[in-house]
């Protein structure tokens, strides 16, 4: 099996910076970035919300930056569930892993798979040499007092196999 292309984005977030915004504008800013139905990413509310920008962010940088229509909603965390037809990105990540958590001295212990979509999956198709069927994300992060650190793979999937 011929492993598909990936694209790789790694992002650091202060929780204190993204605890301001919210107070600053309550729900409305986690509405911002976090779908309806979305896989919480942690029980405390703030800790969620850094967790998901990093990540989303993580996920922009591996577009190679936000295309026009652009939305937070363009990723849906899905939780710790395979990626589609792309089993590999988490042993890929989990390769990746020790690099980035010594580089920074944060331990990337969660795990979340995420669904691409909106302008998000047109740009992502643009970027593999071939198109692509459909995009998927997957992503690991930890944090450490109040740095969260992620790492975020987007990968190719075939038709049908979602």
Known sequence: MIAPPVLIGVDVV????ISRAVAYSG???ARHVIAPGEHPLHEDPDLATAASVAIKECLVKALGGRPPGFSWHDFTALGDV???GADWTRGLLDDAV????GTVDVALT????????GASLAAARTRF?????GVAGA??????????VALAILTTFPEGAL
């Open 27 to 29: 729900p409305a800013y």
């Open 14 to 17: 202060e929780v204190d910076r």
């Open 98 to 101: 020790p690099e980035v958590a």
């Open 129 to 133: 040499p071939d198109g692509a069927a």
């Open 110 to 117: 969660d795990f979340c798979a995420y669904a691409v979509g």
């Open 82 to 84: 395979p990626v589609a």
């Open 139 to 148: 992503a690991r992060w930890g944090w450490r007092g109040n740095l969260i």
